[in-house]
Each structure stands twice: as C-alpha cells, then as structure tokens.
C-alpha cells in the first residue's frame, strides 16, 4: 500500500506533466488521443493572464490528466521537446555560420562547404552582394536571406 506521501509525489508529477501540456502547440494538442474536457482546458489555460486563475486552471487540468494515458502524454512531450531542442540548435548552428561566412569571407565559405561536404553557389553569390552592398536596409535583407539558404540547407541535413 502506497504512502500519503508516496500518493502526494504521485500527483504532483502528474500535475507538472499537465502544466507542461500548456507549452506544447495546439495542433500537437488536439491530434494526441485526450478527452475533449482536456483539451478545452488546455486551451483555455493557453489564453489566462492572470496567475491566480492559470494556477485554478493548471489545477483542473492536473485533475483531468489522472484519468488519461499517462505514458502516451509523456511520449508526445518528450517528443516535442526533442524537435524542439533540435530546431534550437539547427538555429544556432545557422547564426553560427552566418556570421562565421560573412566575417570570414572565402575561408569561412570554404568551412561551410567542408562541414556541409558540397557546394551551395547560391552562398557565394549573397556573400559577394553582401560584400558590394552599401545600404544597411538592403544589407540586413541580404544577411536574412543568407541565414535562410544556410538555415534550409542545415534543416535537410538532420531529416
């Protein structure tokens, strides 16, 4: 027989697990295998800005979560933490490389092509018009553009 306090660790575990339902995105929410009650509390606690009525919330949904399928609620977080670290890192890689290219110039162009292991000469043509450039607005929209073919490219590299 368990304890009151094994019982009490136990509830609280699962009420984190529902706070952390709040943070997951709503189509994510609304594909998992949840009652509707669930789901309408989710969404609801996604809207509160006051904290005394999120807590009121977080607590229903605390209460709400015990008569789901705890394991399959924690596969779908850990899932989405996962490509969600995943695309933190593609993003940092990617400002990584950005600014290693443009401070660099062709050595750094030559990194990227050895780390990506071929040539992209759509890289090489903004770095060339980011060098020409002299207006800082079309220069902020060249860096933007470099990011996103860099950002694309790391993107296909981890699928």
Known sequence: MESKS???????????????????????????????????????AKKLKKKGALNRQKKLIGKLIK?????????????????SNLEKKIFKNTEFWRDRIIHKK??????????????????????????????KDSDIKLKRELFKIIFEELSNLSD
């Open 67 to 83: 008569h789901e399928n705890i394991s399959h609620i924690r596969g779908v977080i850990k899932k989405t933490n996962t490509k």
């Open 106 to 135: 062709i050595i750094g162009l030559n990194e990227y092509h050895c780390f990506i292991g071929k040539e992209n000469p759509s890289i090489k043509i903004k770095l060339k018009a980011i060098e020409q450039n002299t207006k």
């Open 6 to 44: 094994e019982k009490k660790r136990q509830h609280h575990k699962i009420q984190e697990l529902g706070h952390k339902l709040i943070s997951i995105p709503e189509e994510i929410i609304n594909e998992m295998n949840i009652g509707n009650e669930l789901i309408d509390a989710i969404s609801l």
